[in-house]
Structures are given as C-alpha cells and as structure tokens.
C-alpha cells in the first residue's frame, strides 16, 4: 500500500519466528494512504487511525481501522471475543 511505506509497524515482543504475527502502526499522520491520479483524489489517513499487516507480507494489503473501530476491536479481544468456543 504506497502511503504505508513511512509508517512505523510495531510486531508483539511475544511473536516467535515462524509463528502467525501482525503488526500494528499508528496512522496518526493524516498522510496520504492511496492516491488516484486520474480522479484527483487522495484518501488520507484519519487522525489516530490504526493498519494492521500480515507480518510476513509487508507489501501485502492492511487493513484500516477508525478510531472508534480499533478501540471496540481491542475491548472485543481483551474480552475475549474472538477465543475458540
């Protein structure tokens, strides 16, 4: 993603070589994330937004997440949500 490449991604210092890791950067900088020319346009970063990577894919596709959206994907995780039934 072009206007991912000046983030800084941070990975969990519990991540373990080999194992299924993401990392997490802060969009806080309302740059650019994607641009398109043609339609003289630019989607920008919200401020305080989060992206989230598949570790071993940096190149790969991120996902956005809103202010709002991380905090209640972080409440659901610490909630435990998404652990196996």
Request: hydrophobic share 35%; glycine share 10%; with cysteine.
């Amino acid at each position: 993603m072009p206007g991912l490449s000046r983030v800084v991604w941070r990975k969990s210092s519990r991540s373990q070589a080999g194992s299924v890791c993401v990392e997490v950067a802060s969009l806080d900088t309302g740059r650019p994330i994607a641009s398109t020319p043609r339609a003289g346009r630019e989607n920008r970063a919200c401020r305080g937004g989060t992206a989230v990577r598949d570790s071993k894919n940096p190149t790969g596709p991120a996902l956005l997440f809103r202010p709002m959206e991380w905090t209640a994907f972080l409440w659901a995780v610490k909630g435990g949500r998404f652990d196996p039934a």
